[in-house]
């Protein structure tokens, strides 16, 4: 597993860069791709592994899928009938979407398939998407959970829906915020007769229902309502020909490098800003943070632009609510531009991040206290005391084979008051293959030691 070390920064990151296509869009474009009816092309910058999992899934499910040029994707659609039973288990790697999106697929399928993950998936729970599943005719089984009551993990074995029996409809309130879990209600409603309806506390990432909508599925949404009803619908999903937009996921990294380090200006090309994942940009208007955002249109319902974001002076926040559930996947970083703020950040709300690819509360605090940063965990997040006025300590961490925890790390090295080393930081190619060569184009002095134990 090769570690990465990461000199302070001495020069401003300078440059205009591209990152990696959005992983929630490309999840579904693959997915949607396969039960379409033609030939789709779906074209996007550098696709990481959990995206590669999806495609390997589809694979395994008799799809054809090409790829002509790098970021290039030709899948032959077999209609919404047309999958075939896998010959082995799929593996979905580290990807809790593959596995939770792929289950609303497969609950409809008259075969059975096995999911499995690595390690940190198969210890992710999966009841909250089995449940729903269940609950509208669905065969779903995991393996018990010795640590928690009533949940269950991968393996998964799904199917098979026996004839005559068909889903049925379901209304469904979400105890908790979660797109994978309604998007896997939706997918598998495609395949009900009757109409799919949830709920949930919060408005989650909607880029399933943007999507299914562009390509004229009757779904409707109220507030935090979502509706499918396929009455009157052809049953028929048209092939999808799509850019996808750049991940704001992956772009907040490198809008937070620019934040820490002095005199940087730093542009980053064709970012999707979909209002359910701009939960970053308000956290980082109210740390004062300097960026701005220039309007490119849209792809698919998507919104998109190029971001451009200089250094600032930060002041600390309180990231909760609506806000946090907007930025789930950005606490991290966050947590790091945190450490550079003047005054005392609380993060809540956000108890999620104990299953997400790491415990991101624990693992979190314990690379801030690495860098010498004072913080305090709580159940649903935690308390950082910024040290804005001196260098952070060098440091060596761990990701925990987190890729958000390396790539938060590694900012944070920028920072520091000598080189810092960032261990087990494969898992960065999860998500932003291209991490370090984006962050030494802007001028960045990284190296990868391939010969770290
Ligand atoms: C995702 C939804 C979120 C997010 C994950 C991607 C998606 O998870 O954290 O990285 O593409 O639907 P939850 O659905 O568990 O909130």
Redesign the pocket.
């Given at each position: 597993m090769p570690d990465l070390v990461i000199q302070p920064s001495v020069r401003p990151l300078f440059g205009s860069v591209p990152v990696p296509a959005d992983?929630?869009i490309t999840?579904?474009a693959i997915l949607l791709a396969g039960i379409a009816s033609g030939r789709s092309r779906i074209r996007g910058n550098t696709l990481g592994e959990d995206n590669r999992a999806t495609l390997g899934a589809l694979r395994a499910l008799g799809v054809g899928v090409e790829e002509p040029t790098p970021g290039e994707l030709l899948i032959e659609g077999k209609g919404l009938s047309g999958l075939t039973a896998p010959a082995a288990p799929i593996d979905c790697g580290n990807s809790?979407?593959t596995m939770?999106?792929l289950a609303g697929i497969l609950a409809a399928q008259p075969f059975t398939t096995i999911l499995v993950g690595d390690a940190s998936l198969s210890k992710r729970p999966m009841e909250r998407v089995a449940k729903p599943l269940r609950l509208r005719g669905a065969r779903i089984e995991g393996r018990l959970d010795p640590r928690r009551v009533g949940e269950i993990t991968a393996p998964l074995e799904i199917g098979p829906l026996r004839p005559p029996h068909a889903l049925c409809g379901i209304e469904y309130d979400q105890p908790v915020?979660?797109?994978?879990?309604?998007?896997a209600l939706l997918l598998s409603g495609l395949y009900a007769p009757d109409a799919t309806y949830v709920r949930e506390p919060l408005v989650?990432?909607d880029?399933?229902e943007r999507m299914l909508s562009a390509l004229g599925v009757p779904i409707r949404t109220a507030g935090s309502m979502v509706e499918l009803d396929p009455s009157g619908w052809s049953g028929e999903i048209p092939a999808l020909d799509l850019e996808v937009p750049g991940d704001i996921?992956a772009a907040s990294f490198l809008l937070a490098a620019a934040q820490l380090v002095p005199e940087s200006r730093v542009t980053v090309r064709r970012v999707g800003w979909n209002p359910t994942r701009t939960g970053i940009f308000e956290a980082l208007r109210d740390m004062d943070g300097v960026f701005a955002m220039e309007a490119k249109g849209e792809v698919m319902a998507e919104p998109i632009g190029d971001l451009h974001a200089s250094p600032a002076t930060l002041r600390a926040s309180r990231i909760g609510g609506e806000i946090a559930a907007r930025s789930?996947?950005e606490i991290p970083i966050l947590c790091a531009l945190a450490a550079r703020a003047h005054g005392v950040t609380e993060i809540y709300d956000a108890a999620?991040l104990r299953v997400?690819e790491s415990d991101r509360i624990a693992v979190m605090a314990e690379v801030l206290r690495a860098f010498g940063v004072r913080c305090e965990e709580r159940r649903d997040g935690m308390l950082i005391e910024g040290r804005p006025d001196r260098p952070l300590d060098a440091a060596g961490v761990s990701s925990h084979g987190d890729h958000r925890i390396a790539m938060a790390a590694a900012v944070l090295a920028l920072c520091a008051d000598g080189p810092s080393r960032v261990r087990d930081a494969a898992c960065i190619a999860t998500s932003f293959p291209r991490f370090v060569g984006t962050l030494r184009a802007l001028g960045a002095t990284i190296e990868v030691d391939e010969g770290a134990p």
């Amino acid at each position: 597993m090769p570690d990465l070390v990461i000199q302070p920064s001495v020069r401003p990151l300078f440059g205009s860069v591209p990152v990696p296509a959005d992983k929630s869009i490309t999840h579904r474009a693959i997915l949607l791709a396969g039960i379409a009816s033609g030939r789709s092309r779906i074209r996007g910058n550098t696709l990481g592994e959990d995206n590669r999992a999806t495609l390997g899934a589809l694979r395994a499910l008799g799809v054809g899928v090409e790829e002509p040029t790098p970021g290039e994707l030709l899948i032959e659609g077999k209609g919404l009938s047309g999958l075939t039973a896998p010959a082995a288990p799929i593996d979905c790697g580290n990807s809790g979407t593959t596995m939770r999106l792929l289950a609303g697929i497969l609950a409809a399928q008259p075969f059975t398939t096995i999911l499995v993950g690595d390690a940190s998936l198969s210890k992710r729970p999966m009841e909250r998407v089995a449940k729903p599943l269940r609950l509208r005719g669905a065969r779903i089984e995991g393996r018990l959970d010795p640590r928690r009551v009533g949940e269950i993990t991968a393996p998964l074995e799904i199917g098979p829906l026996r004839p005559p029996h068909a889903l049925c409809g379901i209304e469904y309130d979400q105890p908790v915020a979660s797109a994978q879990v309604k998007s896997a209600l939706l997918l598998s409603g495609l395949y009900a007769p009757d109409a799919t309806y949830v709920r949930e506390p919060l408005v989650s990432r909607d880029h399933t229902e943007r999507m299914l909508s562009a390509l004229g599925v009757p779904i409707r949404t109220a507030g935090s309502m979502v509706e499918l009803d396929p009455s009157g619908w052809s049953g028929e999903i048209p092939a999808l020909d799509l850019e996808v937009p750049g991940d704001i996921s992956a772009a907040s990294f490198l809008l937070a490098a620019a934040q820490l380090v002095p005199e940087s200006r730093v542009t980053v090309r064709r970012v999707g800003w979909n209002p359910t994942r701009t939960g970053i940009f308000e956290a980082l208007r109210d740390m004062d943070g300097v960026f701005a955002m220039e309007a490119k249109g849209e792809v698919m319902a998507e919104p998109i632009g190029d971001l451009h974001a200089s250094p600032a002076t930060l002041r600390a926040s309180r990231i909760g609510g609506e806000i946090a559930a907007r930025s789930i996947d950005e606490i991290p970083i966050l947590c790091a531009l945190a450490a550079r703020a003047h005054g005392v950040t609380e993060i809540y709300d956000a108890a999620e991040l104990r299953v997400k690819e790491s415990d991101r509360i624990a693992v979190m605090a314990e690379v801030l206290r690495a860098f010498g940063v004072r913080c305090e965990e709580r159940r649903d997040g935690m308390l950082i005391e910024g040290r804005p006025d001196r260098p952070l300590d060098a440091a060596g961490v761990s990701s925990h084979g987190d890729h958000r925890i390396a790539m938060a790390a590694a900012v944070l090295a920028l920072c520091a008051d000598g080189p810092s080393r960032v261990r087990d930081a494969a898992c960065i190619a999860t998500s932003f293959p291209r991490f370090v060569g984006t962050l030494r184009a802007l001028g960045a002095t990284i190296e990868v030691d391939e010969g770290a134990p």
